[in-house]
Structures are given as C-alpha cells and as structure tokens.
C-alpha cells in the first residue's frame, strides 16, 4: 500500500498567483493576471476580500473557512473558479509529482509568451523608427544587427544539433538545415550600402552578442528550454494573422518613407520573414510538444525561465540599438586591431 | 597615385569636447583639434570609409575636387585620425603586447565608465534602489565566476598559464560572500539573494567570458585584465562607494565588505597577472594580438551596456528587488 496519500485526501493550500494584481473599486474586485482581466462583483467579491490575506499557499482551505466562519464548500466553489480563470494555484504535497504534458505546455508557453513579448514590442525604437526620429546610425544598425542574430544560426542552432536528445533531434537537424543560409538573404540586403568583406567582418553589439550566446548555452544544456526559448524569437517573426502582418507592413512602410537608403534592406527583411513562414516554422513548436515524454513541474520551470529571459534579451537586443548606436554612432562596427586604438 | 577608402581605416576616438569654435579629438596617445568644417569632413570620410561609395562620391560629399581628396585622407592619417590597412604588422613579443595593452587601458577605461550612470549617482541623483541595484548584480556576476574562471584553465593548453590561471582562480572563487555580506547589512536575507535572477545584461558577462574562454585564453585573459584593471588601487572605487554611501543613506556595514574585497584584490595583486600570463609567451602573431584586443574592447562594451541595464531596471519602482525565477504554480 502506498504511503501517499491520494489527490482527493491531500489538503490544499490556495495561493493567489504572486503576478496578480489586485485592484479594488466600490462592490467589485478586478484581478490582472497576464493580458487577462477576472471581475469580482457582490457576494464573490465580499468573499474574495475576506480571504485573500490567507490566500499565501500555506493555509489549508479548512483552516481558512474556519477562521472567516464561512463553509469550506463555498470556498471552494470560489476557489475552483479563480483557479480555473489562472489566477489562484491550489498547493499541495503532490505538486513537484505532477507531470505535464508536451501539449499542456505548449499552451501555457503560447500564453506566457505573448505576454513576456508585451514589452519587446512596446519598445520605444520601433516608435522612433515609423516617426523617423531614429538616427542613421539607429536605423542602419537595426538592419546589422538583425543580421548577426539570423547568421548566429550556425552557432546556436548547431549547438542545438550536435546536443540533442534523441526525441529533439530530427527537429533541431531540421530547423539549422532550413536556417543556416537565411543570414545571407540580409547580407544581401546589406550589400547595397556596404562591401561584402565590411559585413562578414562587421562586429555585434554586445547586447546582440548576449542574445546569442544566452541561445548557446541553452542549447548545450537543454534541448527543450532551447527550443522553448527560440520559440519564443520565432513568434515574431511567425505574422501568418493578418493584423500582425499588416502591423509589419506598415512598420516597413514608414521606415522606407523616412529612410529611402533602406529599400534594399527592407526587401532583405521581408523576403526573409516570407522565407520562414514558408518553411511552416511556426508547426515546428506544436510538433517538438506533441514528441516529447511528460514534463516534470523543474522541466516547465526551466523550459519557460529560458523563454522569459529570452524576451528579456530581446528587449535588451532593442536596447542596444536604441542606446548604443545613439551614444556610439560608428556603423558597421569593425573589430579593433593593433592600429586602430 | 590612386587611393581608395579600402586603404584605410579610422582609429577610435575615444571624446569628442567642442572649445572655442574648434573640436577637441581625444584619442589613446593624442589630442586632434578640428575645426567646424575639417570636424565635418572627417565625420563624412569616416562614414564613406567602410561604405560601396568612390572617391567621386566622397568628393561631392566634401564638394572638394577629386584629386584633392587624397591629400585631405593624407593630412587626417598624418594627425593620427587614420590609419592605412596594408601596412603590415610583425610578430611581437607577450611583454611587447602588455606594453601595448597598458598604454590604451585607461582609455578604455574611461570609455567603460563614462556612462551617466556614474555622474548621476556621485552628483545625488541616484538613490539607495539604484546602489542596492548595483550591488545585487554585482553578486551575481562574482559568482557566476564559477561559469567561466575553471573554464579558462580547462580550455588552456600550456602549463605555465594552466598554473596562473588556476591559481587566480582558487583566490577568487568565493568572493561573491562579500557582496552576500554587504545585502545582508541592506536587510535582505541570503535565499531571497542567492534564488535570485541577474538581469540579461549580467548574464551576458559572464556568457562573455565564457565564449572567450573557449576561443583563446589570452582573449580570455585580457578581458579578466580590463575587469582587474577597476581595481588597481582604491582610488578608482573607493569614492563611488563612499559617497553612495553617504548621499544614500547606505550603512556602513553594507560598504565595509566591498572594502575588503577590492583589498583583497590589491593584496593578490591580480592586476598584474596579465602581465605574469604574457611573460610566458614568447611570440604573438599579429593576427592573434588583433583578437586578443578586440576581446579586451568588447569587454569595455559590455561594461558599458551592464552599466545601462542595470540602470533601466533598478530606476522603476515598481520593478522587482531582487528579480525571482518564474514558477509555473506560483506565477
């Protein structure tokens, strides 16, 4: 007999989610979690404000319903919907035994994702860009530094490769073998401002250079964080809806109208996300998902740690462009040699 | 004789300080001093340099006559501000290299460090967040040492640096307890700092360090040089400390342990283990010391940006001290 004890016996522990923000208006509770907004309104609402300061996730539901005088299976009732709206976990002992599926986490990354990617696109750059207030450095320098992260493929993406465990294999194969020339669909680009030996000796921001040596290593230590990671990147580049496409379309619009030396550029930048979707990179996550054995609760921590630090090196990757070049307006960046200091 | 821009290149300037109608160009071994329109040409020849443009096109960019232009390219590589490509470099020795490396690391310091940062927290208008901010990341990046100071001696090939950089290692890998010490003494307790997650910006250091690590230990070497280079003396830290300290409201014994670890810095004399690593290198190809350099630069770069990230994140109140780990049940 098992000394467990099964998950109907086990005591739970509500805790609201530590990312929820709670904001309180005369007879209503609104509760913010992600892109998500839960309304509270009369008895839920008394009930929810009577018993969030013991919602800590170490308060057994009995214990609770027993300080406010209130029954356990009104509690729970309300309990259940919080937890199923995402914004209360109900602990228990069980909780680190709990495996998850490849599918199950495919969701919850799509979730988290589109919320960790919130601020890459609210970055004052693109705004600076479409106004035409970027400066030529700014501007050419986007363009450059795009090209180090795609031509970075051969890194990471092979990394990923020669690393993978054997259900990642044949996907992470796939993925360098489509990606490894997509570098040069910029240099191209590039090509029209710039000698082809300037581009391939041209030097990465260190910001730039910290996105994809964060890639590297993941990719040598875990083939799913770093596809969960990449995946991530991937998104943005993955506009197959059409208000996203048209977002980037015109994105693309403005920067041609302010910086007509771009054309060629923008060309490169368009022909490359065409060149993805046609590959069907964004299937390429859902596939890896429904093929990998069940996660444990540290393989989902992991895997999705990596994605949010991922979108934070993607701000920082922004960043960089936005504050290095306006600070150091030398484009391209060329390595320094004995003369040059 | 025929000139192109394939022929040369700008040498880095490290200010530029406009004074009386004239600017000055401060480089590692000189001042240039141009005047408004020479400023306006040089600035428009150092973008033509690595550009598809000719000559021709330069000329009309200057609206000078084409066969004057080589001459304008000549005066500016004469006052320093180009140099030519071809001209090829010999061989040196370690030492020869150390030579050349000491005479531009102030420069490069200077570079590193003169992100506003600095000013704005030694003139008042930093805050306690942003020292705290500071200090967190400095943790981290003391002891993501681990990551990369055992990864140099395994990636290095001849014993004598084996040796060195072992050693150097043995005597630093625990540092990051002084930090731990002094965000104590700011009231945090020791899981909330050691579960804690350093912004991308540190990470990227030590991933930094890491890559050069695996290339070249001599690039590898360089850039643990730049990183000592901060504290050869305590004159360099000692007053951002203090004065953070007094305009912050910082305890004491927050500082007191930062103290004792650039103390202990000098004590070692880490400062001088490029030189003792270079000394057991008989020859350095040009090509080599080229790299090793543009290692040395890249890490002032990333000084720089760490400087700013750290910057963007502990200015927002509403930002989380210290930053945690995502939890899939607990987020």
New interface residues.
Partial sequence: MSALPSVSTVAERP?L???VAVNRQPGRVVLQHLRDEIELEGAAAQLFSKMEAQLD?KTPVDAIAAGLKETPARLRTLLGQLEKAGVV?L?SAN?DAKL?TGMEFYA?HRERCLYWLEDVYRHPLWEKIVTGKASRAQVLGFAFEKYHYIEAAFEHMGIAASNASPEMMPHLARHFIEEYTHGDIYRRGL?S???DD?ILHS?P???T??LV??L??CAARSSFAYYAGNELLQMTENTGDSDAGKSVDDFYGAMRKHYPYTDKLIDSFIAHTKADQALGHADAFVLMCESVPPLT?RE??DA??VA??MA??L??FM??ID??YDRFA?V?R???????? | MSISHRQFRAKRVYEVTPRGGQRELRLSDRIVELGDQEFDWYQKVRSWLPSIRGLADLSKDLAMDEAKVPKFLEALEKSGLLYRVESPDKPMTGLEFHGAFSGILSSWLSEAFEHPFWERMMSGRGSARLFTGWLIELYHYTKNANRHMPLSCAQSHEKPIKQLRAKHYAEEWNHYHYFMKSLKALGFTEPQIADSVPLPMTLALSNFMRQAARHDVLAYSVCSAVLEGTTTDRGTYSPYYQKSADLYGVPQDAVTPIFAHLDLDVKYQHSDLFRDILETVPVMPPERASLVLDYGHQLVEHIWLWTDNIEKYYQVDSNLVPRRPFDVVLD
Avoid: W
């Fill in positions: 805790l989610k530590r990312t996730g976990s602990l909780d998850t919850i090509r401002l710039f000698p300037i030097q921001l260190p910001s250079r910290a040596n964060y590297n290593e609760r989902v921590n999705l740690n949010k630090n934070e090196h701000v920082l960043d960089g504050t290095f030398t391209p060329l390595p320094c040699d004995l003369k040059s200091e």
